[in-house]
Structures are given as structure tokens and as C-alpha cells.
């Protein structure tokens, strides 16, 4: 069996103060302590340890047999081995709990019994004291280890071994109740868009072979069945399926995939069979980055829980001195009372829980906080900085206006007519999306969803010319008419045609230009029958999105390189009251830095590649899934859906930590002070002492844990309430 004197480090910020590094060095002193512990102590403690150890064990033999069988369980999610974290934890718990025991037996049955017990406390004793000397040594400071160390020198020199093994067994199970749950969280966290199977039906030589996960490498062919999770990246080289995407999109719609079609980690085939290609594997993978993100951001240790080690370190000497003074003058039980008031010790545990369970609720609505520091400091933005394009609008175009040129005819203006002939809006858009009806891209999409809105017939076409960035030329057979050369594409297309175009026409073209908008010509016999103008499509989101931005007294802007008449239009649209029009990419950082140095606290949103540097520059940057790769890495928060939508929420969230860590700097400061006068004024003993500074830390350990409860038993009802 290991010491105990081996380290134990449950996080960056949950440590148990009683224990030893064993790369910092050992005293001398706890040489023969260690001894003695190994030849005298360990035998009696393994008959209890031991036990349950194996116990654990043989759970998870029996869980690697079922991960072998391949079963989806979430036992097959837990490590498989006890960890030296755990297994230390675990000892000292034993410990403490045998102590107590022995002690509280001793007290009923035989109080000269409780020496018995002496070694045990003596070295849990040097344990802290060698942890506070190596603080002195090492790191040049007198912390709490060494508070705790007088403490527990002071209950050993008055001879209370029952109150010194109670209130050591109680912070051994706040320890592990802390670690258990904190694991739990990690866990948790990393697998919010998806639990990673652990095997995979890969191709060998025309068979199928169940392979660990950890063996699949690049360039392998697995093969994946319905109702089974996507373990890789990559694409598809055979066969059909649904997938569900939502974990990493959002998209509640499962989405056909065949041939060519990329698939992620972490989705699930509901129906089909595939054989995909693999691209990356473990870590690599979308999930896999996503996951080593969480847990980098579950290691960061945030402003309250910095603060509060703060306050509890720089109280040290103080109390140590206030102590000594004490001694003197009320004697040696209101000292140790005194010491034992721990005055923000408690927020090194309960702060880094709360984090926790925090960006847990935020992996579940759908954000990604890649740097925990984001979640605190969005609750303090006052200004939202929004890109225009991508970001408030989608990529997919709109259908606006239609010009029919015999509409312009009709006004009465002989001058504005465009041909001889007398066509409709109608007329327009049907044969515009009959040359564009096989067509994928973004002006295809937009007319033929007009075309289909408006329960257009489009006619048959015979044959199609493309010209390549200008525009394409088909011919249209319609039922019991003759057949129609249509052109559709750019006014340099219809030049090129030698279509003639209107000054009433260019004069529609100059006016939507002004607006942001470009149009598409259509041309029906080598005559101009009309254009169609498209314009940005505002996010379905974006209008509720920010009434409640609004609604928290938020000031918005939007930053575009757009014209000033588009981006102003936009800004009308939304209610937005200030924006930037035509601003380089090296100015958007600029403006940002503006807005800073006026007292105001900016997040910014964006998702190309020249918003990095805003991005990067403001208090809070934000993106979306599917943006470029330089303004996703850029960020340190990403919207998975890919929308606006949960804008609202991540504030929402951050509005509830920040008053849960409130709620946890008073849990962890109130009683220590509380204490400080009691011993003073209401002449509290040591236990009464203890006794609050114990109800500190278990009142801090159920506020973290509150949010999270609350969460899982209804999210929308923990989003929307305001008294939180």
C-alpha cells in the first residue's frame, strides 16, 4: 500500500491541506513516523481499506467485461482504475474515520484508551506542520497550513483527541464528497456533446472487427449501424443514414447523409448503415477538442476563490498573533477557538465546485467556454459590439423585389420601357427558377425557396449553358408553347448577350446598391423581362435576441464594412441605436478599444476572419459554430446551435453565478468572522468554533450544488427566474 504522505492533488484549486509532496521533500522529523506508520499502523488500517478497495476492483473487472462486449452503459464511462488521488483520499478518510472512533469508544467505555490514538493524530499532526514548513521554505509564505498545524498542536497540548479527530473525519468527508462530485462534474462536462463509445466495427479484410477506440487510426474504414454513436471524424464511403447532429449543432432535425458527406464524434446514426472513412480519432476529433477545452476550463480558478485564498492567507499572521495574545489573556481553549476560525479557507472547495456545475449548465444549453474567466466577466458587460454580416445575418440570401419590366412599362413612362413585351413578376421568377432549378449555391436557393413560397409552376428546361461567375443561358419548353432561350445572371451576362438594359432598370440597380441589395437579371428571347433583388437575410432570431439584450439595459452596435445605407437599414430593422459603417477589419479593434477607454465593459460577437482582433481585443469575445476557424479559436465562448438563440441564456448564467459565488464568499467568510467575535464576547469554546466553521463549509458545499439540482430538475424555470 502506498503512504499517505504521497500527494494528493484533486485540481488546481481542491487540495487536502494534510498531506505531503513527495517532490517537495520530507522533514526528517517524519522519517521514523513513516516507519512506524508502514509496520504498525497500515496492517490494521488495510483490513478495513482493503476491503472495499477490492470490492472496487472487482466492479470494474466486471465493467471491462462489458466494455469488451461492447454495451453503451455509464459504467463504461468511468475510469478503470482507482486513481492515487482517490486512493490517498480514500486512506486518509479511513483513517479518520478509525480515529474518531476510536476516540468517541474510548470516551464511553474507557477515556485512558483514547492515548491509543496518539501516533495517528501526532502524525496527521506533522503532516500539516511539514505542508506549512515547505510553504515557508518553498513558496515563501505563512498560509493556513500553518494556522491549521497550530491549530492542531494547541488540541493535541490540551489533550481534546475527540474534538481533533471529529472535526478531521468531518473535513475528510467534506473532502470526499467534494472530489466524488467534482469528478462527477469533469465527467460530466466532458462528454456534454456525446459519450464516446469505447469499441468500433472496423473493416479488416472484408470482415468486420470489433476494435478499442484507442486503435482506430486515420485512414481506417469503420463501420457504423443504426442506433450507434459516431465514435470519428470523417466521411462517408458507402451507404446511407440519418444522423443526429444535435449534440454538436443543435439542430433538432436529424440529417441525411450519404457519399462524401462528413459525419462527427459524438452523433448518432438513427437509422441506415455507413462505412465512414476516418479523418481523426480520439482527441483529435470535433468532440475530442471540445472536450480537452472543458476540461482546461475546469481547471481555472476564479475571482472569488483567488480572493478568498487571499483573505484567508493574509489573515494568517493576524489571527496567529491575536491567538498568542489570547493565550495570555483568556487562556489556552479561547485561543484554539480563535485559530480554528477559518476565515475564507472554505471558498478553495466550494468556489471550484461552483464553476463547475456552472459550465455544466452551460455545455447543456449549447455554449462552449473555452476560458472560465468569460463566464464571470460577461455578468459585468453593459455593451454588446455585434459583426453585421454572418453574425446578424445568414449567409442565405433573400428574395426582396421583383421588377417586372412591364410593371415599369405600365407606370405611364414610355422612355422606362424595357421591351415590347409585357411581362409580370410572375413571368419573372418562374423562368428564373427554371434556369435555376439544379443549381445549389446561395442565388439559386434564394429564388427557388421565393418561387416555391409563392406556389410557382416552373416549366421544363431542355438544355443549360453556364457561364462561369456571370450567369447561364437554358431553354424552356413549356406545355403548348414554343420553346424559350431565358438568360439569368449579372448585368455584364446581359451585356455579354448583348441584352440591352434600361435606364429605368439601372436606375433600380443604383438604388439597391445604395441599400446593400444586388440584383439578378433575367432576359426572356434577348429581351430584358425584368430583375429580381436580393437582399441579407436577417437571423429569425435576431429581433427577440436583442429586445432582450435591450431588456437587461444593454447598449448595442453594430460593426459592419458594409455602406452606411444597408447597415443603418439593419440597425432600424433590429432597434439597434448605434452602429459603424464601412470599418477596415483593422479598425473593428479599434472602435472596440474606444468603447473601453469610455468606462464601458464590451463583448463582442463575430465570426470571420477580420473580427480576431476585435475579438481578442474586447472584455468578452463570442462566436458561433460554423464560423471561420480563426474567430472560433479567437473566442472564448462559442454558440454551438450556430444562432443568436442562446445569447440571452449565457447572461442569464452569468447573472447566477456571480450571485452564487457571492452566496459562497459569505458562507466562507461570515461564520470565520462570527467566530472571531464570539470567542471575544460570547466566550465561545472549541467546539462551538469548529462547529461553525464546519456549518461554513457545508453551507458553501450545498449553494454550489444548488444551481446544478435546480437545472436538472427544470432548465427553462432555472433560466427565467429572476430571484436566483
Not at 486512506?91 to 476510536?102: A, K, N
Not at 514548513?133 to 497550513?145: M, W
Not at 450519404?258 to 482527441?283: F, L, N, P, W
Not at 499572521?317 to 472554505?346: I, K, Y
Amino acid at each position: 500500500m502506498k503512504s499517505i504522505f504521497k500527494k494528493t492533488k484533486l485540481a488546481s484549486a481542491l487540495t487536502v491541506p494534510s498531506t505531503l509532496s513527495p517532490d517537495r521533500g520530507t522533514p526528517p522529523v517524519m522519517k521514523k513516523l513513516t516507519k512506524f506508520q508502514s509496520e504498525q499502523v497500515d496492517p490494521l488500517l488495510d483490513a478495513l481499506y482493503e476491503e472495499g478497495e477490492t470490492f472496487v476492483q472487482r466492479h470494474f473487472a466486471l465493467e471491462k467485461h462489458a466494455q469488451s462486449r461492447g454495451l453503451a452503459t455509464k459504467l463504461a464511462q468511468q475510469p478503470a482504475e482507482i486513481t492515487p488521488e482517490e486512493q490517498a483520499i480514500n486512506r486518509q478518510l479511513t483513517e479518520s474515520v478509525v480515529l474518531f472512533g476510536m476516540n468517541s469508544a474510548a470516551a464511553v467505555l474507557c477515556p485512558p484508551l483514547m492515548w491509543l490514538s496518539v501516533p495517528l493524530l501526532l502524525k496527521q499532526a506533522l503532516s500539516t506542520a511539514g505542508q506549512a514548513y515547505l510553504d515557508v521554505k518553498e513558496e515563501r509564505k505563512i498560509g493556513v497550513n500553518a494556522m491549521i498545524a497550530v491549530g492542531q498542536t494547541s488540541l493535541l497540548f490540551l489533550r481534546n483527541f475527540w474534538i481533533f479527530s471529529l472535526f478531521d473525519a468531518l473535513y475528510m468527508c467534506s473532502t470526499k464528497v467534494l472530489h466524488m462530485t467534482r469528478d462527477s462534474s469533469q465527467h460530466n462536462l466532458a462528454n456534454a456533446f456525446g459519450e464516446m463509445p469505447r469499441v468500433a466495427w472496423c473493416q479488416r479484410d472484408d470482415m468486420e472487427v470489433e476494435v478499442p477506440i484507442e486503435q482506430i487510426r486515420s485512414g481506417d474504414v469503420i463501420i457504423i449501424h443504426a442506433g450507434e454513436m459516431v465514435p470519428v471524424d470523417g466521411k462517408i464511403v458507402s451507404g446511407f443514414a440519418t444522423i443526429d447532429e444535435h449534440m454538436l449543432t443543435g439542430e433538432a432535425q436529424p440529417a441525411e447523409k450519404s457519399v462524401e458527406d462528413t459525419v462527427y464524434a459524438g452523433t448518432m446514426a438513427v437509422s441506415g448503415e455507413v462505412m465512414i472513412r476516418v479523418e481523426k480519432a480520439g482527441v483529435e476529433t470535433v468532440t475530442g477538442q471540445i472536450s480537452e477545452i472543458l476540461k482546461q476550463t475546469a481547471d481555472y480558478r476564479s475571482t472569488i476563490e483567488l480572493r478568498g485564498e487571499k483573505i484567508a492567507n493574509a489573515s494568517v499572521l493576524p489571527t496567529l498573533a491575536l491567538g498568542a495574545a489570547t493565550w495570555g489573556l483568556l487562556g489556552p481553549v479561547s485561543a484554539t477557538a480563535l485559530l480554528s476560525c477559518f476565515v475564507g479557507f472554505q471558498l478553495r472547495y466550494t468556489s471550484p465546485l461552483s464553476i463547475l456545475n456552472f459550465l455544466q449548465i452551460a455545455a447543456k444549453e449549447g455554449i462552449l467556454v473555452k476560458d472560465g474567466r468569460a463566464l464571470e466577466l460577461i455578468s459585468q458587460v453593459d455593451t454588446i459590439v455585434f459583426d453585421k454580416t454572418g453574425t446578424l445575418t445568414l449567409e442565405q440570401l433573400t428574395v426582396g423585389k421583383i421588377h417586372a419590366c412591364g410593371a415599369v412599362a405600365a407606370r405611364g413612362n414610355a422612355e422606362t420601357d424595357c421591351s415590347e413585351a409585357i411581362w409580370t413578376e410572375a413571368d419573372v421568377l418562374r423562368y428564373a427558377a427554371a434556369a435555376e432549378y439544379k443549381q445549389t449555391h446561395p442565388i439559386a436557393r434564394a429564388i427557388l425557396q421565393e418561387a416555391q413560397s409563392r406556389q410557382v409552376e416552373i416549366p421544363v428546361i431542355a438544355e443549360a449553358t453556364y457561364t462561369t461567375g456571370f450567369g447561364l443561358e437554358v431553354t424552356v419548353q413549356e406545355k403548348n408553347a414554343l420553346a424559350q432561350q431565358v438568360y439569368v445572371g449579372s448585368a455584364r451576362f446581359m451585356e455579354q448577350q448583348q441584352i440591352p438594359i434600361s435606364e429605368a432598370v439601372q436606375s433600380i440597380e443604383r438604388a439597391s446598391h445604395q441599400q446593400g441589395h444586388s440584383l439578378i437579371y433575367v432576359a426572356i428571347g434577348k429581351e430584358l423581362a425584368g430583375v429580381i433583388e436580393l437582399q441579407p437575410t436577417i437571423r429569425p432570431e435576431a429581433t427577440e435576441v436583442v429586445a432582450a439584450l435591450k431588456a437587461r439595459q444593454m447598449e448595442l452596435y453594430i460593426i459592419s464594412g458594409d455602406q452606411a445605407a444597408p447597415t443603418q437599414n439593419l440597425a432600424e430593422k433590429l432597434g439597434i441605436d448605434h452602429y459603424f459603417a464601412q470599418v477596415l477589419p483593422e479598425h473593428k479593434a479599434k472602435l472596440v478599444a474606444e468603447l473601453q477607454q469610455a468606462g464601458k465593459s464590451v463583448c463582442f460577437i463575430g465570426d470571420g476572419i477580420n473580427d480576431s482582433i476585435a475579438l481578442k481585443k474586447a472584455d468578452v469575445s463570442i462566436s458561433l459554430r460554423g464560423a471561420t476557424t480563426m474567430a472560433m479559436d479567437t473566442a472564448q465562448m462559442i454558440l454551438m446551435d450556430g444562432t443568436l438563440q442562446q445569447l440571452p441564456n449565457l447572461f442569464a448564467i452569468s447573472d447566477k453565478l456571480e450571485t452564487n459565488m457571492k452566496r459562497n464568499f459569505l458562507a466562507g467568510t461570515l461564520p470565520g468572522l462570527i467566530c472571531l467575535g464570539g470567542v471575544f464576547f460570547l466566550n465561545f469554546g472549541i467546539f462551538t468554533a469548529c462547529l461553525l466553521s464546519w456549518t461554513g463549509l457545508s453551507a458553501g458545499i450545498a449553494n454550489a450544488m444548488q444551481p446544478l439540482l435546480r437545472y436538472q430538475q427544470s432548465p427553462s424555470e432555472f433560466l427565467l427566474d429572476s430571484d436566483e
